[in-house]
């Protein structure tokens, strides 16, 4: 259909039926100062198309970005490799215009990449079922802890400082909603304390969540956990921000987990100045019923033919209105797509290099620093804290290294205020290569003897 | 479609057995065929405190998910617990098998209506 705007007509028998002499008395509320007039911007001449294109070509070039630069930022958000082809996949039509898959007469497509999302995320982190998706991590952290609320009926949540602070901000956002108390173990290195975490536990907690890695890279024991849960039957909820390493070290399900949570962003989808990205989400089968979101499943047809539906929706708010198990109304179809492409392009092997080139990128950097920068103590995947004598000279570092094109790290007070202002957290994952790191770390040595 | 006259129902359609202080609680044979085949049966805690008209169970059809309301008060005292592993009984025997918990009842009752009136009611 033609667009059909009003005719200079229509505009004043509407203005003459309001008893408006003009459309500019419309306006007559927002001060003179911000309406704007013909010629008022004083915009420069049109440019012909090649100049355009010149023209923002040459001001685009100018962003230092990850990539044309050496990037060794995480913290929830990671520089990992995209193949091409998972951007021609998700940008085919068929995917990226397709919107909620309600009908399965007409999103057979749809709905069945939806369930092998479903199962390779199952398999990738040792869980038995794994829903269609949520927004991102932190939203999926709290919907893990209303989960463990409603499967246990106890209020309390304990989680610790070693969670990422975004994750914990918007959990802690939803449950002073509720009722019952949500208790933040403080550790005071850079790794869990287990134990602390531990003596947390009481009767009266649903569910227990810690990161692994956890936010500063730290891996650790998590059979304990496991074993305090079930004495006090409270929901063991492990988050991560980077499931890449579970192609190579134990993923949450191996530990035990009643619940795994996290953010996709890593398989196969551009930072992106923080979005669009993917929360994941997966649980024991036990617990099915009180997952949030939607879950596709395999069926048959009437004549006995292999079809894909929307099943445990009748949990959601279309049907259960306000007594549905959560908020979340939608998914992340596209970035679903976008993770199972990238998960099959990898495979088992190919998404082990990749742990396994990051993990080794961090031990190389760490084993290269200069005995004025301590890193943090005890095992790490591919995330670290560096810690220099003081707040100068880390930003000294930063300096120099932001000259030669390096991202050397989050100052880790952007995320944890209370910390002193000279740590940095620094993440590596496959992409950073050999003379990359011997860049970062003569930069580094530079800067430390300077002084 | 079958309505037992020894038992008392709920406009909500849920039936429920007194015999002296314990009843026995249930959906009644029209609930199960509206709601179509079901497939999950959320039963209540043992030891729960339930008031007439209060949601203490949840049952789950191919269709829909739908609260099941307390025709009486008083103590979760047994589900059943056979539900969970095959919750089609609330399908076949809907008055029998099909039964879902039993409470020590308090005294109190939402508006029960016997055969009679409940026939009516459907009827309407």
Sequence with gaps: ?451 | MTIPADLKYTKEHEWVRLEGDIATLGISDHAQEALGDIVFVELPEIGREIAPGEAFAVVESVKAVSDVYAPVGGEIIEVNGELEAEPEKVNTDPYGAGWIAKVKTSGASAELLDEAAYTLYLEE
Excluded: W
């Excluded at chain 1, 940095?424 to 990359?436: G, I, W």
């Design chain 1, 1 to 451: 259909m033609r667009f059909l705007p009003h005719t200079e007509n229509d505009r004043e028998a509407m203005l003459e039926r309001i008893g408006a002499g003009h459309i500019r008395e419309l306006f007559t509320d927002i001060p003179a100062a911000f309406h704007l007039e013909p010629g008022s911007l004083n915009l420069p001449d049109a440019l012909h198309e090649a100049g355009i294109v010149r023209k923002f070509s040459r001001a685009a070039e100018m962003n230092r970005h990850a990539g044309n630069t050496r990037y060794f930022l995480g913290g929830g958000t990671y520089h990992h490799f995209v193949p091409a082809v998972v951007d021609y996949v998700i940008s085919r039509g068929e995917f990226l215009t397709a919107y909620t898959p309600y009908q399965p007469e007409i999103a057979q497509g749809t709905l069945q990449t939806l369930f092998e999302f479903q199962t390779m995320v199952a398999r990738l982190l040792g869980m038995e079922v794994a829903n269609a998706s949520m927004y991102d991590a932190a939203t999926a952290v709290a919907e893990a802890a209303l989960m463990a609320r409603r499967i246990t009926r106890r209020s309390r949540v304990v989680t610790t400082t070693s969670v990422n602070s975004r994750y914990r901000d918007v959990t802690r956002n939803y449950l002073t909603r509720l009722d019952g108390d949500m208790a933040e173990v403080p550790c005071s290195g850079f790794a869990t304390d287990l134990d602390a975490v531990i003596n947390a536990i009481d009767k009266d907690t649903a569910c227990v969540i810690v990161q692994y890695p956890d936010f500063y890279g730290s891996v650790y024991d998590l059979a304990p956990l496991r074993a305090a849960c079930d004495a006090t039957g409270a929901l063991m909820v492990i988050a991560f921000s980077d499931p890449t390493c579970f192609g190579l070290i134990s993923p949450p399900g191996e530990f035990g987990a009643d619940i795994a949570i996290g953010s996709g962003q890593s398989l196969g989808i551009p930072m992106g100045f923080g979005g669009p990205h993917i929360g994941l989400l997966a649980c024991r089968q036990k617990h099915v019923r009180q997952m949030p979101g939607r879950i596709c499943g395999l069926t048959e047809d009437r004549d006995g033919k292999r079809g894909f539906v929307l099943t445990l929706s009748t949990r959601e708010q279309h049907i259960r209105r306000e007594k549905a198990t959560s908020n979340i109304c939608s998914n992340q179809g596209l970035m679903c797509t976008a993770n199972a492409t990238y998960l099959s392009l990898m495979g088992d092997a190919g998404l082990a290099t990749v742990a396994r080139h990051s993990i080794a990128a961090l031990a190389r950097l760490v084993s290269g620093l200069p005995h004025e920068v301590q890193a943090a103590m005890g095992p790490r995947c591919h995330e670290t804290v560096l810690s220099f004598a003081d707040e100068k000279n880390r930003n000294r570092f930063m300096q120099l290294a932001r000259e030669r094109d390096i991202f050397a790290g989050i100052p880790l007070e952007n995320f944890e205020p209370d910390r002193d202002p000279k740590h940095l957290l620094v993440a590596t994952t496959e992409m950073p290569e050999e003379e990359d790191i011997s860049d970062y770390l003569d930069a580094l040595k530079e800067a430390c003897h300077v002084s």
